[in-house]
């Protein structure tokens, strides 16, 4: 190997990787360059491209995502209003379909409904669509809730997640109030 100590070689490959050159602003992404700009999941960036058509990276070979900067910019602004604005993913798409494929810059507030909606959205998922049974009278396995159900359990609930999720409400609230307050 090398005479070099392990903390020099260490310092070595941190230049170097510090030394690398950053991409151009036009230069496309890949799905973990976007994902890391964004702090969005990998699988959540696939899952908006089955609900949001206009975001079409190109595909190489092997599946390979690549992200132009038009896309990116959709992305951040569709985080945005889901994320930030409180929209539901129904309501990011009316407003993709009400501008024409484009979503503008001076997009209103969510309203009361909307906010009702996504919070509804959050707090209860839709139930998985259990699959039709191939055989006429064959009755469908028991779900985890009905098994639960049955020894009289409830789904464990994270109560750091609770009081997380209860915190951000409030502060949800206090800053609807202050745009109420500026609007």
């Excluded at 503008?104 to 996504?118: C, H, R, V």
Aim: hydrophobic share 40%; glycine share 6%.
């Amino acid at each position: 190997m090398s005479d070099m100590p392990a903390d020099t070689m260490t310092d070595a490959v941190t230049i170097a990787a510090r030394a690398r050159p950053k991409k151009a602003p036009n230069a496309f992404r890949t799905i973990s360059e976007v994902a890391d700009d964004l702090h969005i999941p990998q699988h959540v960036l696939r899952f908006w491209e089955t609900k949001f058509p206009q975001v079409k990276p190109l595909k190489r070979g092997g599946g390979r995502r690549y992200y132009r900067p038009d896309d990116i910019a959709l992305l951040r602004r569709i985080s945005d209003l889901l994320y930030i604005q409180g929209y539901t993913i129904k309501g990011v798409q009316r407003l993709l379909r009400d501008g024409g494929g484009r979503l503008s810059d001076d997009i209103p507030p969510p309203s009361a409904e909307e906010l009702a909606a996504a919070e509804a959205e959050r707090a209860d998922p839709p139930a998985p669509i259990e699959p039709e049974l191939p055989i006429p009278g064959l009755s469908p396995a028991p779900t985890v809730a009905q098994q639960a159900a049955r020894v009289n359990l409830r789904p464990k609930v994270d109560p750091e997640t609770e009081r997380l999720r209860a915190l951000l409400t409030e502060t949800l609230r206090e800053l609807e109030t202050l745009r109420a307050l500026l609007g």
